[in-house]
């Protein structure tokens, strides 16, 4: 099973400012790593495919990168509805596995 | 637009089985793979497997292999999740999900099944 490690757990950032979240895979999973968006009470909302594709609708604020073991998701200038939850996701290999997620938070 | 509708919360005693439904439209149910996804109170996403609405082949995460079924009905477009010998820790939200560009690409608005004695 590959093992997705997000770090940090919680990270604080004042809005307007940029934020920078990661995903490490226990073994290289290529360019197959999703993000996802989660807000409270929600079901998750997919941010990117191909560790750096936009999926539909989504703001050019957010952006990926990383191939093989690291991967970056970078919100350029937070909102406020940017205080939430994200998560990776590698689908390289079964089981698909998620990280544990990053909760941004307000500064 | 595609939608997930997804059934009514549940409340289980421990030990007894629970399903799940998921009820697809807004595109063609056998050409795209439904994955189910759970989250614990206050926790992270753990995926479950995938059903190919095609032909109903599965595939289930080790964790779940001896307690999930995961089937189809065609004829209503559906996915349906059942896990049996329910324990406390499976008190969380299920949710379908459709493949698309990843393997979660459209999302139900989740089940939230609670086991209690």
């Known amino acids: 099973e590959r093992v997705m490690t997000q770090s940090p757990a919680t990270l604080s950032v004042s809005p307007g400012e940029r934020a920078t979240l990661s995903c490490r895979a226990s073994?290289?999973?290529?360019?197959?790593l999703a993000w996802y968006q989660q807000k409270p009470g929600q079901a998750p909302r997919l941010l990117i495919y191909?560790?750096?594709t936009r999926a539909t609708g989504i703001p050019d604020r957010f952006s990926g990168s990383g191939s093989g073991t690291e991967f970056t998701l970078t919100i350029s200038s937070l909102q406020s509805e940017d205080f939430v939850v994200y998560y990776c996701?590698?689908?390289?290999?079964?089981?698909?596995?998620f990280g544990g997620g990053t909760r941004v938070e307000i500064k | 637009q595609v939608q997930l509708v997804q059934s009514g919360a549940e409340v289980k005693k421990p030990g007894a089985s629970v399903k799940v439904s998921c009820k697809a439209s807004?595109?063609?149910?056998?050409?795209?793979?439904v994955h189910w996804v759970r989250q614990a109170p206050g926790q992270g996403l753990e995926w479950m497997g995938w059903?190919?609405?095609?032909?109903?082949?599965?595939y289930y995460g080790q964790n779940f292999t001896d307690r999930v079924t995961m089937t189809r009905a065609t004829s209503t477009s559906t996915a349906y999740m059942e896990l049996s010998r329910l324990r406390s820790d499976d008190t969380a939200i299920y949710y379908c999900?459709?493949?698309?560009?990843?393997?979660?690409?459209?999302w139900g608005l989740g089940t939230l099944v609670t086991v209690s004695s």
């Open positions: 999900a459709r493949e698309g560009y990843s393997p979660a690409e459209y």
């Open positions: 807004g595109y063609t149910f056998t050409d795209y793979y």
């Open positions: 059903l190919n609405p095609k032909n109903g082949d599965t």
């Open positions: 073994q290289s999973v290529g360019s197959n």
């Open positions: 191909g560790a750096s």
């Open positions: 996701q590698q689908y390289n290999f079964w089981p698909l596995t």
